[in-house]
């Protein structure tokens, strides 16, 4: 069988041009998002190996999967999760502005009021990437605005001592109460605060 040398390049470069397709395509999927609290083992094999507890919703680098455990890097830490605790990495786009008008105005949780909840020491790395360099450096400032989501609330502020849900004709109205000022949402988009009423 003898093969044209015209032909054999062309079935090269297919092949080439198909596996770099592949390549940039999988490198999509080596990142994951935490559902919900993940404990990170040392070993697979050995439930008492926990490293660290991976707080919800947070970013991972996937290092290998299969179908029980995947291998993640989470900060400096290397170590095994359920995979069914992973779901997929989808970066935020934000519905706010990036430079905000002159006439919104932000709302900033005074530092003692803040709920610092175990957040990762490359918290601001992780709140630029999720949602860009300036809403991440707003929001890395404890800053609120409307418009804004209530997960990027709650990336802000942390999570509030107590929600208060009110179903209104088709709309979810919650009140986030934090203990000296409250978030409204609409729909999850905060519309409004204020201080908490004595």
């Known amino acids: 069988m003898v093969i044209n040398h015209t032909v054999m390049k062309k079935m090269i470069a297919s092949m080439l041009v198909l596996f770099m397709g592949i390549t940039v395509f999988a490198q999509d999927l080596h990142k994951a998002t935490t ?27 996937i290092i290998k999967a299969d179908s029980v455990f995947t291998k993640v890097r989470y900060g400096e830490n290397e170590g095994y999760v359920r995979s069914d605790k992973l779901g997929p990495f989808v970066p935020v786009i934000s519905p706010a502005p990036l430079n905000p008008p002159a006439n919104i105005v932000e709302s900033q949780q005074p530092a003692a009021d803040y709920d610092a909840y175990n957040k990762p020491a490359d918290w601001y790395e992780v709140l630029t990437t999720k949602y860009g360099d300036d809403i991440g450096k707003r929001l890395y400032q404890h800053k609120v605005w409307k418009g804004i989501t209530s997960d990027m609330a709650r990336d802000s502020w942390g999570k509030p001592v107590q929600i208060n849900r009110m179903y209104v004709d088709q709309n979810v109205d919650e009140e986030w109460i934090y203990s000296r000022k409250l978030l409204y949402f609409r729909d999850g988009i905060l519309i409004d605060w204020g201080p908490v009423k004595n």
Do not use: W, Y
Not at 35 to 61: H, Q, W, Y
């Open 35 to 61: 559902k919900g609290a993940v404990r990170l083992f040392a070993d697979k094999d050995d439930m008492t190996s926990v490293i660290e507890l991976i707080p919800d919703n947070r970013i991972v680098d």
